[in-house]
């Protein structure tokens, strides 16, 4: 059972770092819609509301980081 990861849209007080290591995955933010292929990757700003949904086969990276 492989599907596509989506998550709803959410936000975090922290920065969010996420990089396409596998794939493609598309990125929901401030109303736009982002492609990011394999070796792109993102910073989120704290309560900034986002979404993404993973293509089939496709891995990321996250990382939840403070400015201290």
């Excluded at 394999?38 to 993973?54: D, K, N, R, T």
């Amino acid at each position: 059972f492989n599907e596509p990861a989506c998550e709803r849209i959410h936000f975090h007080k922290n920065y969010e770092y996420i990089l396409v290591e596998e794939g493609v995955t598309e990125l929901f933010l401030d109303g736009n819609t982002y492609t990011l292929k394999q070796g792109e990757s993102v910073i989120i700003q704290p309560y900034q509301a986002h979404s993404f949904h993973l293509q089939s086969n496709s891995k990321n990276f996250t990382y939840n980081f403070s400015k201290k």
